[in-house]
């Protein structure tokens, strides 16, 4: 297996960057939290020092021969001590428990947010679906940056007083000892740091496993695709497929064990000399310096203690490099830029104005990691109440362009105008309030019927309105078989009492909430797929109905559904071909009537009877 992912980036921000920016984040959300958290750092450092004290406070009262009632002083004040400042910090240590996991979950909001809210774009595809896949690793667990970094912080600037205070004795003893020990340290810091480095590139190896792995996950308990398992037999693909993924995790995480291995293999070896060189200059002392016994007890420990926050320094350096390249995507995530206008706009049409005009001017639109453009130079003027047709071969760039006018992506080059205007100055909220959609892909809210179709709290749902809508989409008696009607929940993975809908009967409620935002402008994406001929013959038989007083636009396969629109536009390779009605392009005889006329061969060759291509031509 290769490296595929790995890319050698530099991150956005340094870690000093970064650290400041998680701590100011800190003190302006949790300025009680912030200050506990500071209040642990001399209790931290001042509890060992105590303990390294007390020997010496023992050996040394012994030796000058005090009383027994100065002995337990000596010995009772550093005692005492120790347990007042443990009693404090347990005390704190055990009431910020959740107050981090609260702080953590700012950050989990502020992802959720942005990911809610960002232009469309900013998500779409699987680039940046991993982007979020990263950022998301940052505050998912009690051990993320995002809540880490409280805990890492205490160790942190506890580490470096230790390390100044314990300094400072030990400089007292030789600075040779000093100098080594801060050089030992140096060199197991920079081993991390290439360990940390190499774990987080390679995340660009474990995370679209990972997404892959937790889809398999979720679908093998999914209702709807359980159905399908167990017909097809698709449960040995998933065995494999799972054991497969999980066989390239194992495969990329031991190579982050392998360098982590190698990094405690240096950091024992170091250890190792550095102990044996300070410790044989103390004993050297004792025998042959006349050093007190009181003294070695002290220096030996302060050398122990030194090391320790000479080691957790290091190691802490490391873990805030770790922490800063997590930090480094989540913020990579949250600072995406938005194309769309987010400010004041120009004014929506004014209800006289409607329905809309659409006119697009030499358009082009190339998706991000693509090397060719997918809409190429298109000029299209949809008059306002006209209903057009786009029509095509799969990947023509139907849908793609349907998105650029309902302002889910923003054109490479190009122009759109609603009514005259650029579309990139009208708002982009209010740019949305001017569509009424319906796209192949369907997702249902686990709420009722009447809330997936209205998305408005019960109070504020129109009733004559719902049940308008509900007849025109073909969902009424539905509706009426169920015994609690459009309050039936639905998504039953969510609630024990739910119903599940049939594909066709969940393209009808997106094409009822569609009809119930009724916007200016309908756009229908292959909306009667997933229906049987009848139901799609008794909405094409309301299509005028469903379409009056407003623009629409129509993408469909089924030439059949053509004869319903005023004007016809046949797009392939990213460009229109053909344009005109339907007679008009059958009389022309060029790519629109070999696709009818196709399709018409295919009625009467598989059901049999040219009465049945007629009808449904």
Known sequence: MVDTNIKKEKPKYSTWENTIYLLKNLWKWDKLLFSLSLIQIPITVIIPLLGIYMPKALIDSVTEGVSANQLMINIGIPILGIIILKTISKVILNGTIGKKISHRMKYVKLLVDKQLDTDFENIDGPEAQQRFTKANMSSSANSSATEAIIKLSIEFFSNILGFVLYAGIISTIHPFILIFLILSAAINYFVGKYVNNYEHKNKGNLAPIEKKLRYIRFKTGDFKSAKDMRLYNMSPWFQGMYHKLLKKRIYFQKKNVNRRYFANIIDGILLLIRDGITYGFLIYSVLYKNMPIGDFVLYFGVVAGFSAWLTGIVKNLNELNSISLETNDLRTALEMEDRMNRGAGVVLPKPFELPCDIELKNLYYKYPSAEDYTIKGINLHIKEGEKLALVGVNGAGKTTLVKLICGLYTPTKGEIYINGKKSNLYNRDEYYTLFSIVFQDTYLLPVSIEKNIALESEEDIDDEKMDRVLNMSGLIEKTKSLPKGRDTLLVKSVYDEAIELSGGETQKLMLARALYKDAPIIILDEPTAAL???????????????????????????????????????????????EGDHYTLMEDGGKYRKMYDMQAHYYKDNIGGEEYAKEQI
């Open 532 to 578: 049987d001929p009848i139901a799609e013959n008794e909405i094409y038989q309301k299509y005028n109905e469903l379409t009056k007083n407003h623009t629409s636009i129509f993408i469909s396969h089924r030439l059949s559904s053509t004869r319903f629109c005023d004007r016809i536009v046949f797009i392939e390779d990213g460009k229109i071909i053909e």
